[in-house]
C-alpha cells in the first residue's frame, strides 16, 4: 500500500532495521532471507536520502537519521496498534489476546503469580507472558523504554522508577521487615539497631548500581561498612535459603517475607529502625487507554493485588481461624 509514493509496509521493516541494528535479526523478526531485508534496507536508503544503518567494526549503528526514524516510526506503529488494530470489543472468555508484563520475581511472589492464576480463569484463552529483569542485558534498556518501544505492555514495578510519560495505578504499599531462622535464639521478635548492626548478615545485589532500594537506604543512612555481611544473593527468591540454620538476619520485603516462613523454617522479626515504605504500581503506554483487552488485565491486577484485597484476604483468614477455634472447643 502506498502513500504519496511511499511503500507503507517498509515502515515495518524499517521499524524492526532500526530497532534490531542488523540486518541478519531483522530479517529473522520478518519471516524473510536476508537477501529481501538487504534489498529492503537499500529502497529506504534511497528513499530517505540516507545511509539509515551504518558498519562500524562487526556491529551497524544509525545514523543521525536512523536514530530520528526510529522513535518516530516505533511511536507511529503503536498509534496504530492502540487505535486501528486493536478489537473494539473484549469478551475475557473468548479472547485469545497476548499481554506481555514486566515483573520481578519478588512481584510475583507478593501477589502477581496469584493474581494471574484467578485472572486465567476467567479468561483462559488469554497468552499471557511473564519478562523478568533477568531476560534483558543489565544495563542496557531500562522497564521505561521497553514500555515506550512496545515491547512489553503492563509494567509491575515500584512506581518511582517508572516513567513520568506514561499513566499508571497504584498497586500496594510494601514495608520491609527482618528475617532470621526459626531456631535462632539470638533474636526475640524485635531487634534494636545496635543488634542488628552486630549480626552476621544475608543481602541481596543485582550488580554495580543496581541495589534494592531498602539496601540503598540503610547504605546511605546507616554506611555500607557498618554491617558483618556473609553472603550477597543474586535474587530476592534466593536470598531466604540463605538463613535457615544460621545466625543471621537479612532485611525483605514484608510480601515475600511472610510467603518464605510459610515454605522455610524462618520467621519474621521487626527492626528498630523503619525504612520508608515502597509503592507497587502497574503501568501501561499513554496509546493503549483504549485497549480493552489490555484495560481489562489491568483492573484485574489492581483489584486483586491492591492492599484492599491484601486485607479482605487477612480478614478472611482470620474469620476462618476463629471458626476453627471455635468448633474445637465443642
Known amino acids: 500500500m502506498r502513500f504519496k509514493g511511499f511503500d507503507l509496509n517498509l515502515l515495518v521493516a524499517l521499524d524492526y532495521l532500526l530497532t534490531e541494528q542488523s540486518v541478519t535479526r531483522a530479517a529473522e523478526r520478518l519471516y524473510r532471507n536476508q537477501s529481501t531485508v538487504s534489498a529492503i534496507l537499500a529502497r529506504l536508503r534511497e528513499h530517505f536520502d540516507d545511509d539509515l544503518l551504518v558498519q562500524v567494526g562487526r556491529e551497524m549503528v544509525p545514523t543521525a537519521r536512523g536514530v530520528e526514524l526510529a522513535t518516530k516510526v516505533r511511536d507511529l506503529l503503536l498509534r496504530i496498534d492502540a487505535t486501528i488494530l486493536t478489537a473494539s470489543e473484549f469478551d475475557p472468555v473468548a479472547s485469545e489476546r497476548a499481554v506481555r508484563i514486566f515483573a520481578s520475581d519478588y512481584v510475583m511472589i507478593a501477589g502477581l503469580a496469584d493474581a494471574l492464576r484467578i485472572i486465567q480463569q476467567k479468561a483462559p484463552r488469554l497468552k499471557l507472558t511473564i519478562m523478568q529483569p533477568s531476560q534483558f542485558q543489565r544495563g542496557t534498556e531500562s522497564p521505561a523504554a521497553l514500555l515506550e518501544k512496545g515491547e512489553i505492555e503492563l509494567l509491575v514495578m515500584p512506581q518511582n522508577f517508572m516513567s513520568e510519560a506514561h499513566p499508571r495505578l497504584p498497586l500496594f504499599t510494601e514495608t520491609v521487615c527482618g528475617l532470621v531462622s526459626r531456631d535462632n535464639a539470638d533474636v526475640g521478635t524485635k531487634v534494636s539497631t545496635a543488634d542488628f548492626l552486630q549480626m552476621r548478615h544475608a543481602t541481596v545485589g543485582f550488580g554495580p548500581g543496581a541495589t534494592p532500594s531498602y539496601e540503598a537506604w540503610f547504605n546511605r543512612e546507616f554506611g555500607e561498612d557498618l554491617r558483618h555481611i ?28 511472610v510467603a518464605y516462613t510459610k515454605m522455610l523454617p524462618l520467621r519474621i522479626v521487626e527492626t528498630e529502625f523503619s525504612i520508608p515504605p515502597l509503592v507497587e504500581a502497574v503501568q501501561w503506554h499513554q496509546y493503549t487507554n483504549t485497549d480493552r483487552a489490555l484495560m481489562w488485565v489491568r483492573d484485574q491486577i489492581v483489584d486483586l493485588m491492591s492492599d484492599s484485597a491484601a486485607e479482605r484476604q487477612q480478614a478472611s483468614i482470620q474469620a476462618e481461624d476463629r471458626q476453627l477455634n471455635e468448633e474445637g472447643e465443642f
Open 230 to 257: 556473609d553472603i550477597v544473593a543474586g535474587s530476592f527468591t534466593t536470598m531466604p535459603f540463605l538463613l535457615p540454620g544460621t545466625k543471621r538476619i537479612a532485611l525483605a520485603h514484608r510480601r515475600l517475607a
